[in-house]
């Protein structure tokens, strides 16, 4: 059964940079069938696609967040990281990993870590 | 950019009820659309791919119907578990992904 799971701070400065990792398990991080995204989801409010990234490092970003997002891969060490930086208050929000199918038909967020909550203050 | 907007945004209905929750695309995404469940402090799940074809595992009383830019997802019965919030997504923009905001499903 594969599983993701975040790890990062809990708490990021503003203006400073918010790291996270997330580990795939049970299943391979360089199947050519998928991608790897990021979502995040400011507590009580709806989610936001982040990024996503391919085995090879090829990577789409939300417009909206492109300037200060860096999403990259270690297949090595079956991770991929999302880096992102000036962070203020409003960047606060539970940040989920997430497998992209689209082996069949539309793409789809069919895997998901549980989430990890990112604070942002001083 | 394309933009999804749900409806209600929150729902209140009874144990055995028919729900329909509503989905419109901002313009015509096919049948590039997926619909989640996220529970109380858990990560979304997804329920159906594709408009209508359902994930394994999910109970057939889920549906989903819908093309272009209106699309539905039914619960036939509603059962205590599925009180929820859903969300629609677009994968038409594909390598750009957007989700509704969601629909609260609580009861009555």
């Known amino acids: 059964q594969l599983q993701l799971q975040e790890s990062g701070p809990g708490l990021v400065k503003p203006s400073e940079t918010l790291s996270l990792t997330c580990t795939v398990s049970?299943?391979?991080?360089?199947?050519?069938?998928?991608?790897w995204g990021w979502i995040r989801q400011p507590l009580g409010k709806g989610l936001e696609w982040i990024g996503s990234?391919?085995?090879?490092?090829?990577?789409h970003y939300n417009p909206s967040l492109k300037s200060r997002v860096t999403i990259s891969v270690d297949t090595s060490k079956s991770q991929f990281s999302l880096k992102l930086s000036s962070v203020t208050a409003a960047d606060t929000a539970v940040y989920y990993c997430?497998?992209?199918?689209?082996?069949?038909?539309?793409?789809?967020?069919?895997?998901w870590g549980q989430g990890t909550l990112v604070t942002v203050s001083s | 950019d394309i933009q999804m907007t749900q409806s209600p945004s929150s729902l209140s209905a009874s144990v055995g009820d028919r729900v329909i929750i509503t989905c419109r695309a901002s313009?015509?995404?096919?049948?590039?659309l997926n619909w989640y469940q996220q529970k109380r402090g858990k990560a979304p799940k997804l329920l159906i791919h594709a408009v209508s074809s359902l994930q394994s595992g999910v109970p057939s009383r889920f549906s989903g119907s819908g093309s272009g830019t209106d699309f539905t997802l039914t619960i036939s019965s509603l059962q205590p578990e599925d009180f929820a919030t859903y969300y629609c997504q677009q994968s038409y923009s594909t390598p750009i992904y957007t989700f509704g905001q969601g629909t609260k499903l609580e009861i009555k």
């Open positions: 990234i391919y085995y090879s490092g090829s990577t």
């Open positions: 997430a497998r992209l199918d689209y082996s069949y038909g539309p793409t789809s967020f069919d895997y």
């Open positions: 049970g299943g391979s991080i360089s199947s050519t069938s998928y991608y």
């Open positions: 313009q015509t995404i096919s049948t590039s």
